[in-house]
């Protein structure tokens, strides 16, 4: 029972930290948060909110796509591709999740499921999600992202570390070392 609160408690900070975000930067844009809504009626993009440093800017853009604006070939059919897909994807983490993963693999997985859900939000509620992070050397901007991302990218890098050092660990035993 305190695994689920712990995994629970990260699915739902996650979510709610993705959308806290994405919801004062919609606000700060139209004046208010809107519900739903094709999201380029919403809000016109790119748009840019602020420079912050040399390297980095607060943008606002919509993402039709998935990571690095994959998929964005599919047009008109891409968000109910994605949805439906996404839908299966964070099924089968949260099954595996709360009847087989192993202690390492919990907070990395809830991380995952949690920033997945929250961009899946954004493309049932726009067809896109909400991208603002930019990153930047120059010229050479890396695709703008949110903190759903993050969290997926630091869950995905916390699950191959911990499977490293639990396989490593695995190995050691089976050899007679400690």
């Known amino acids: 029972m305190k695994k689920m609160g712990l995994i629970l408690s ?3 900070g996650t979510i709610l930290l993705d959308m806290l975000s994405k919801g004062v930067l919609l606000y700060l844009i139209t004046g208010g948060v809107p519900l739903y809504g094709p999201a380029w009626d919403v809000v016109p993009v790119p748009y840019l909110m602020a420079h912050v440093c040399d390297f980095f800017n607060i943008v606002f853009t919509w993402n039709p796509g998935t990571s690095f604006s994959l998929f964005r070939a599919l047009g008109e059919s891409a968000p109910l591709v994605l949805v439906i897909a996404t839908g299966f994807i964070i099924g089968a983490i949260l099954y595996y999740l709360f009847k087989n993963a192993k202690s390492y693999e919990r907070v990395p997985l ?6 997945a859900i929250g961009n899946l939000i954004d493309r049932v509620r726009f067809g896109a999600v909400v991208d603002f992070l930019d990153f930047h050397i120059g010229g050479w901007h890396w695709p703008a992202f949110n903190v759903a991302d993050i969290c997926i990218c630091v869950g995905v890098g916390l699950y191959l ?10 190995i050691k035993s089976v050899k007679g070392g400690k």
């Open 110 to 115: 809830a991380l995952i499921a949690g920033g």
């Open 161 to 170: 570390l911990n499977w490293y050092i639990a396989r490593r660990k695995c």
């Open 10 to 12: 990260i699915i739902f």
